[in-house]
């Protein structure tokens, strides 16, 4: 399976088949994603393999040990190693194929952000608008 950031500069591989993903809310997560949540995978160490740009990746890391890779080009959450282990923190939206893969666990739900709730009355669409005026008459 391959992956890749944004612009394809960060380029990286991982042999067999990922099942599991889990979606961490806590609020260090939220603000290195910008979303509800952080999704991503771990592979062991021996299964993964940079094929290009491992130059442009850049290190952000707090004092309390939380570290954020990204491609330097263009932004993107790109894979690390996890300090400790033999295990690779892998960003799920950079892969490719994902076809067995679910979401398996929810993590830090407590600290999830306030406007994040699941609702059955939540516009659903399967593409994007067609321009922001009819997004906002759809609600």
Not at 77 to 85: A, C, E, I, M, Q
Not at 110 to 120: D, G
Request: proline content about 4%; some cysteine; glycine content about 10%.
């Amino acid at each position: 399976m391959q992956g890749e950031c944004l612009c394809g500069t960060v380029i990286f591989e991982i042999d067999g088949e990922i099942r599991n993903l889990y979606q961490c809310h806590c609020s260090l997560c939220r603000k290195a994603t910008g979303a509800a949540a952080n999704a991503a995978t771990f592979v062991q160490a021996s299964v993964f393999r940079w094929v290009s740009g491992q130059g442009e990746i850049r290190s952000y890391q707090k004092p309390s040990g939380f570290r954020s890779d990204f491609c330097g080009v263009c932004g993107s959450p790109v894979p690390n190693s996890l300090k400790g282990t033999d295990m690779v923190w892998v960003p799920a939206g950079l892969l490719d194929g994902l076809t067995a893969s679910r979401v398996s666990v929810h993590l830090h739900t407590s600290s999830a952000a306030l406007w994040e709730q699941e609702s059955s009355g939540c516009v659903r669409l399967e593409s994007g608008p067609e321009s922001l005026e009819s997004l906002n008459r759809l609600l």
